[in-house]
């Protein structure tokens, strides 16, 4: 048999790919897996801020077209990236084991944590949600917007004078760049976006053959983790012009999920936790989001 798996071009998305293959190859010896990479709106338009371009699934709608042309047959993405809705005709494969969920700082030399930044030192994101949980721990600093691929960023705190830059620990440490991290920002200080860490392998939804095949790598805490988190995405209505936050935690039959959503300009910024049961994370995501929205539009400041 002959697989052929989709992906993005940058050095992460191959990284990734290959890690998914490499696995596969381990319980499925003689499969063929061949690696074909496509450019995404996404891919073509990084000079650009993510808010200001950024419809949903910007990095995954032509892979996903090339999936239901049976160009290829198994798309890998980071599970993130991902919208809500994927296209009829397309579903999630088992979800394998997350890497580590928490965001990162990357800092200038002698730099250790958030705490011991000077006054007003400058941190790149372009995130909304890092942007406002930095400033909500440390109201003086000055956040750059910032864009492009792993390397890059890392790079513009030489290039662009930045004292440090946010990032997915997940990504740095699939990329084997695990010396730049300086400081692994705890979850209760910077809620993770939805399914951080977690990758997405996406294939045609009646190829049973190709499912059975993933199988093998499906991690069923990671599925209640990104099940819950991705429900209160959902719930939300969430996009990356937000502030908007998802981690989820299991204990036994006990989940606890956390949520953060805002306004755009950071005025807003709630955060919420509630407890449900492992059977339905997605539920407890729900539940969390109507509680979140119903505390947004009574909120005071
Ligand atoms: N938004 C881009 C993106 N998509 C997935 C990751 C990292 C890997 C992951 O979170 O699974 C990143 C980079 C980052 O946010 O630092």
Not at 49 to 54: N, R, W
Not at 115 to 137: H, N, V
Not at 149 to 178: C, H, P, Y
Not at 181 to 188: L, V
Request: with cysteine.
């Amino acid at each position: 048999m002959k697989v052929v798996v989709g992906t993005r071009g940058s050095k992460l998305a191959l990284t990734q790919t290959n890690w998914v293959i490499d696995e596969l190859k381990k319980h499925n010896p003689d499969v063929d897996f061949e690696v074909k990479i496509i450019k995404t709106k996404g891919d073509l338009v990084q000079h650009l801020s993510l808010d200001k371009i950024g419809d949903k699934g910007l990095f995954v709608k032509e892979i996903e077209q090339q999936l239901l042309d049976k160009e290829i047959d198994i798309a890998v993405h980071s599970m993130k990236d991902m919208p809500s809705c994927l296209p009829a005709g397309l579903k999630f494969a088992g979800i394998p084991k997350r890497e580590d969920p928490r965001d990162v700082l990357i800092l200038k030399e002698g730099y250790t944590s958030i705490d011991d930044l000077p006054q007003g030192a400058k941190i790149g994101t372009g995130s909304k949600r890092r942007k406002y949980q930095l400033l909500k721990a440390r109201p003086d600093l000055e956040i750059v917007p910032i864009r492009g691929n792993i390397d890059t960023r890392v790079r513009k705190i030489e290039d662009e004078n930045l004292d440090g830059v946010v990032l997915a620990a997940a990504g740095i440490l699939r990329a084997g760049m695990s010396k730049h991290i300086s400081y692994y920002i705890p979850t209760d200080v910077m809620v993770p976006a939805p399914a951080q860490g977690a990758l997405a392998i996406e294939i045609r939804d009646n190829d049973l053959e190709i499912e059975n095949l993933i199988n093998c790598l499906k991690d069923e805490e990671t599925e209640i983790q990104v099940a819950a988190e991705r429900g209160f995405l959902d719930g939300v209505n969430g996009s990356c012009h937000i502030p908007m936050g998802a981690y989820c935690t299991i204990e036994g039959d006990n989940i606890k999920l956390t949520g953060l959503f805002g306004d755009e300009d950071g005025k807003k910024l709630i955060i919420k936790s509630i407890e449900g049961n492992s059977k339905s994370p997605r539920e407890s995501g729900i539940e969390l989001a109507k509680l979140v929205l119903k505390e947004y539009e009574s909120y005071e400041g």
